[in-house]
């Protein structure tokens, strides 16, 4: 049992692998630029030719996600997908990417997880991120003077409602606060992230970071989207039972749920109750654990993603932290139950 998963993190890479093949965000996508380059480890270059290293990282993706989705060899699953990720980046001199390395790295810690941390690594991973990121950016003065956020969304995005708004201030002040915005929000994240306590308000400062330049610059940066979304998800507590109440669900959307209720997770179904727009959505959010509720969430996401459609994205975001995550707030998290899979 010490060397199990928690659920949490099982629910996760479950379904960020499933987000990763519908969306097609393979690792680096067999695009090596000037050749595999592994300058300490020099063998890995020598194997096969680009094509078949190219092959071979695939294979061990999939087959990696195979065995996430239909083992349950969960931790061996997810330290090949992790390490298909990290190979395929490490030997691509062109292929730098943060949030392809972020995902891999959500399935490694994954991979290297058990009931004793249960999703302590992914949290301070989360942590490591922003810490990095942030030091990264204090010690450089175009973030302090606004010069980078200038770069970022006037010269190389042209975000025509950004220099519209830039124009309103002195020239560069918009640029400079939000800089310097951007250096104060991801500090903060990363010290709420150090307590199990604050974990809700470090989503709630994400948010803020993240969302608008999701909107501005309408991209979700390939997969890392997603994957902060699924590892700050895993954080959160999750009900082990769904109980049913026919003065508030939908008894027809419960019945259909607790046929596909194969993890025993649902209470029994006592009692129809009348059917509504409102009954339907209330048994939507109250059923959010449940896996098919999941699944479809995960399927919509990555339709949104692929269809550009971020918005509706955003807000769906948006609703699920403000009705699920945000009453969490009072409620420190504590250690995972010995139930691990």
């Known amino acids: 049992m010490g060397k199990a998963v928690v659920p949490e993190l099982v629910l996760a890479v479950r379904m960020l692998a499933i987000y990763l093949l519908l969306t097609g965000e393979f690792p680096f996508n067999g695009n090596q630029g000037g050749g595999r380059f592994y300058p300490l480890i020099e063998w890995l270059g020598e194997l096969g030719t680009d094509e078949e290293f190219n092959m071979g990282v695939r294979l061990l993706f999939l087959s990696g996600i195979g065995l996430l989705l239909f083992s349950r060899f969960i931790r061996f699953g997810a330290l090949c997908v992790g390490l298909a990720f990290v190979t395929g980046l490490l030997s691509c001199q062109i292929c730098i990417s943060v949030a392809h390395l972020f995902t891999g790295c959500v399935f490694l810690c994954t991979g290297l997880s058990n009931h004793v941390t249960g999703t302590d690594l992914i949290r301070f991973q989360l942590a490591v991120l922003y810490l990095g990121a942030d030091l990264n950016k204090v010690f450089d003065p175009d973030w302090w ?76 940066f390939g997969p890392f989207l997603f994957a902060l979304v699924t590892a700050y998800g895993s954080l959160l507590t999750w009900p082990r039972r769904l109980a049913y109440d026919n003065r508030l669900h939908s008894s027809v959307l419960a019945k259909w749920l607790t046929w596909l209720d194969f993890n025993r997770q649902m209470n029994p179904c006592a009692g129809d109750a009348k059917e509504s727009l409102t009954s339907w959505l209330r048994t939507g959010l109250h059923y959010l654990a449940h896996p098919a509720m999941l699944l479809s969430m995960t399927v919509l996401t990555a339709a949104m993603v692929r269809y550009g459609q971020l918005i509706p994205l955003t807000s769906v975001v948006v609703a699920a932290y403000w009705l699920y995550a945000w009453p969490q707030r009072k409620h420190a998290r504590r250690a995972p139950s010995p139930a691990g899979v």
């Not at 409602?161 to 990363?190: D, H, K, T, W």
Request: net charge positive; glycine share 6%; no cysteine.
């Open 145 to 220: 003077t606004g010069a980078s956020m200038e770069t970022l969304l006037v010269t190389k995005h042209q975000i025509a409602s950004y220099i519209e708004a830039a124009s309103i201030f002195p020239r560069g002040f918009l640029s400079q606060m939000m800089g310097i915005g951007v250096i104060v929000l991801q500090i903060s994240i990363a010290i709420l992230l150090l307590r199990r306590a604050t974990i809700v308000y470090a989503m709630l400062l994400a948010l803020v970071l993240h969302l608008p330049m999701v909107l501005l610059m309408q991209m979700t």
